[in-house]
């Protein structure tokens, strides 16, 4: 399904959870068009099963409407919040399941001939998000919330419940992770034509 | 960026579960509005005096605690010596019962058993 853009409010999103608390449904849909997407992406991206980030996406999304009305104007972002529930619920997952290693991960199915440019982003995307799994979890989490969610360093601190400072020493150990494990998939993957 | 543009898409069913749970949500909040008690309107002044007049039992009883009130402050507010000769008004008066009365609740002893 293609979600319209979140284009049908300019309220800020403290205004909409007021406005869902006091009743309103449109509020409560504007939020999810706007929260949904992001939440969903995060929770996939640190779970790498659709399933489970599903379930970890309505599960934030629930808590978000329960906590509507009790929310306190000025403290943090709805998102930043938002974000952190997810974080804590992804971390719930993982603990019960053992992270993947790299060589494990299955080979990228064959496609059907397409535009090679296309075929090649898509395996470098399934190469990202194979090496991602590789990593430390929290690295991942901050590598994923700065890059991907492209958040700032003092909003994924907040997320974290870690110092601006301990999220840049993250997500730099983060890139020296990816970069040792993918440097052995750089032709394969392209990265030498780009030049 | 190609991780970024390989972000998953919404399905319509994800989409219609968490709306689903926001009106739930909704719908909750909407019964436990309802179920409290409402507010109780102020009686107001008249409201007040019929509310404390129904409770006591009536006109009636409130014109005898009235009188009762009255005569109370008057005793209260009068002399004892006002008072002689008055008891040959009240029938069936009998001063030796009303010395006896007085000199039982005198003598600690009279109630004792044995």
């Known amino acids: ?24 449904p449109a509020a409560a849909r504007a939020l999810t068009l706007r929260f949904l997407p992001r939440v969903l992406g995060f929770a996939t991206r640190m779970l790498h099963d659709r399933h489970e980030a599903e379930d970890v996406a309505q599960e934030a999304m629930l808590r978000l409407w329960k906590m509507g009305g009790s929310w306190q104007s000025g403290e943090a972002k709805v998102s930043t919040w938002l974000y952190r529930v997810v974080s804590n619920l992804c971390t719930d997952r993982l603990r019960r399941k053992r992270t993947v290693p790299i060589d494990t991960i299955a080979e990228p199915e064959d496609k059907q001939a397409t535009a090679h440019a296309v075929l090649l982003q898509a ?73 | 960026m190609a991780a970024r543009d390989a972000a998953p898409a919404v399905s319509t069913a994800l989409f219609h579960r968490v709306l689903d749970d926001a009106a739930g949500h909704l719908d909750a909040t909407k019964m436990s509005v309802k179920t409290q008690p409402d507010r109780v ?23 005898g605690l009235a009188i009762a009130l009255m005569a109370g402050i008057f005793i209260g507010s009068v002399k004892p010596e006002q008072f002689r000769g008055f008891e040959q008004l009240l029938p069936q008066y009998d001063t030796n019962s009303a010395y006896l009365l007085d000199a039982l609740s005198y003598d600690d002893g009279f109630w004792a058993e044995g």
């Open chain 1, 1 to 24: 399904m293609e979600l319209p853009l979140d284009a049908t409010s300019k309220a800020t999103d403290e205004e909409l959870l007021q406005d869902f608390s006091n009743g309103d």
């Open chain 1, 123 to 195: 395996d470098r995307a399934q190469a990202l998000e194979a090496a991602l799994g590789a990593l430390p979890k929290r690295q991942r989490e901050a590598i994923i919330l700065r890059h991907l969610e492209e958040l700032s360093n003092p909003d994924i601190a907040q997320i974290m419940g870690v110092s601006v400072e301990a999220v840049e020493s993250l997500t730099a150990r983060a890139k020296r992770t990816l970069t040792k494990l993918l440097a052995p998939r750089k032709t394969e993957l392209g990265f030498e034509d780009d030049k």
């Open chain 2, 41 to 63: 309107k102020p009686l107001g002044i008249k409201g007040l005096f019929a509310s404390v007049l129904n409770t006591i039992g009536g006109w009636p009883v409130a014109a």
